[in-house]
């Protein structure tokens, strides 16, 4: 029995390898787990290092549904941290997140507005 049981178990584990999820928000989850690679700092921190500006970087949300989610700052900080990773970035400065509704067709909007950076761990 304990074999049929690690049989079942090993052919549906395999039966997921290469399924890629895609949503209606980027990054795609692959992706998204690589920006753990991106730091948050503050504007203090980030100029301890040796630190190159590659710009800035903005993610919105608009919530247009009742069954979505409501926009945080931690979902925008995700997809601002992936923004950061595709210029080549490891490191990310959040300047500010506002609260204001562009247009009518959104029950809850949230911008968030970044600067990308690439720090030099080497040189310290």
């Given amino acids: 029995m304990k074999i049929l049981v690690a049989a079942a178990l090993v052919l549906s584990l395999s039966a997921c390898h290469g399924i890629r999820l895609n949503t209606s928000m980027s990054p795609s989850v692959d992706e998204s787990l690589r920006t753990y690679k991106v730091e948050e700092y503050s504007i203090a921190e980030i100029q301890r290092y040796k630190a190159e500006?590659?710009?800035?970087?903005?993610?919105?949300?608009?919530r247009t549904w009742p069954t979505q989610p409501k926009p945080t700052e931690s979902l925008l900080l995700g997809e601002l941290k992936y923004k950061t990773q595709r210029l080549g970035g490891n490191g990310v400065v959040v300047m500010e997140c506002v609260d204001h509704r562009l247009n009518t067709s959104c029950s809850d909007y949230l911008e968030c507005r970044a600067l990308?950076?690439?720090?030099?761990?080497?040189?310290?």
């Fill in 53 to 62: 500006s590659l710009g800035k970087v903005v993610s919105s949300f608009c």
């Fill in 116 to 124: 990308a950076y690439r720090v030099d761990f080497d040189s310290l």
